[in-house]
C-alpha cells in the first residue's frame, strides 16, 4: 500500500497523529508533537522576568494585578510595565501553567526501560501536581479566572497541551483513534484531580496521589471513544467546564 499522510486539524502548535512509519535509522523519531519544529519561546524576557518575579508574590497576594505590580518592581520595570499583559491576571495564570507544562521534560526522567506508558504517565501527571503545591491554596480563584467567557478557550486549550505533554513525554506512540481517547481522558482525570487537591489536606497530598489514582483506573475501563481532534477537545472542554461547575463556578 502506498504511504500516504493523514493529518488532523492543528490546534495551535498541537497536532494529531501523522499515519507514516519511523524512520529505521533513527530510533528516537517523533511520531507527532508540538515540539516537532521548536517552537519560538513563549514569553519575551521581560515578560518573563515580571512574570515570574510575580509568582513569588501569589502565596500571598494570589493571582492578582497587585502581583504583576510587585513583580514589575522586583525585575527593576516600572509599575505601567503591567500593561505588557493585557489579560491582568489570566497572564500570570498563563505562565504557570506554560511553565509548569514545558519544565516536565526536564523534571522526571525514565531511565529504567521495564517502566510501563501507563506509570510514567502516572508519574508526570504526579510531578506536574506537585508544581502547584505552593499556590494551591491560591487555585480556586485562579480557576474561578480561568472559567470567565474570554478566558475558558485558552484555558482548555492549555490543558490540552499538557495532555498531550504528557503522553508524548510517556513515549505514547499510538496514530489511531486512541490518541484522542488517551488525551481527553487524561484531560478530564487532571483537571478532577487537581481541583481534588485544592481541598486536600493530608500528609504530603496522600489523598490526591490516591484520587489520582482511583481516576486513572476508571479511565482504563471507560474504553470510550473519541474519533477526532473536534471531538477530544469538545470532551475535554466539557469535563472542565462540569468539574469547575461541581465547585460552584458559574459558567
Not at 33 to 53: G, M, R, V
Amino acid at each position: 500500500m502506498a504511504a500516504s499522510r493523514t493529518r488532523c486539524p492543528r490546534l495551535s502548535r498541537l497536532r494529531g497523529p501523522t499515519l507514516t512509519k519511523p524512520s529505521i535509522a533513527s530510533p528516537f523519531h517523533r511520531y507527532y508533537h508540538s515540539y516537532e519544529h521548536d517552537p519560538e519561546p513563549p514569553f519575551t524576557d521581560t515578560e518573563d522576568s515580571i512574570l515570574s518575579a510575580a509568582l513569588n508574590h501569589v502565596p500571598s497576594q494570589g493571582f492578582t494585578t497587585l502581583a504583576l505590580t510587585h513583580g514589575a518592581e522586583d525585575a527593576g520595570y516600572l509599575d505601567v510595565s503591567t500593561n505588557l499583559f493585557p489579560r491582568g491576571p489570566f497572564d500570570l495564570i498563563n505562565y504557570h501553567l506554560v511553565t509548569q507544562r514545558l519544565a516536565l521534560k526536564d523534571r522526571i526522567q525514565f531511565p529504567d526501560p521495564s517502566i510501563g506508558v501507563g506509570a510514567k504517565v502516572r508519574a508526570l501527571a504526579l510531578q506536574r501536581l506537585k508544581a502547584n503545591k505552593e499556590i494551591i491554596h491560591r487555585w480556586p480563584e485562579a480557576l474561578a479566572i480561568m472559567a470567565l467567557p474570554s478566558n475558558i478557550s485558552p484555558s482548555i486549550a492549555e490543558l490540552a497541551r499538557l495532555s498531550d505533554e504528557i503522553w508524548f513525554l510517556a513515549g505514547d506512540t499510538s496514530v489511531d483513534t486512541s490518541w484522542y481517547t488517551k488525551r481527553a481522558s487524561l484531560s478530564a482525570v487532571y483537571s478532577s484531580t487537581e481541583l481534588f487537591m485544592t481541598t486536600d489536606t493530608s500528609a504530603n497530598h496522600g489523598a490526591t496521589e490516591f484520587f489520582l489514582d482511583r481516576r486513572l483506573g476508571e479511565v482504563q475501563s471507560m474504553g470510550k471513544a473519541v474519533g477526532s481532534v473536534g471531538q477530544w477537545m469538545g470532551f475535554t472542554a466539557a469535563a472542565t467546564i462540569n468539574v469547575l461547575r461541581s465547585k460552584g463556578v458559574r459558567i
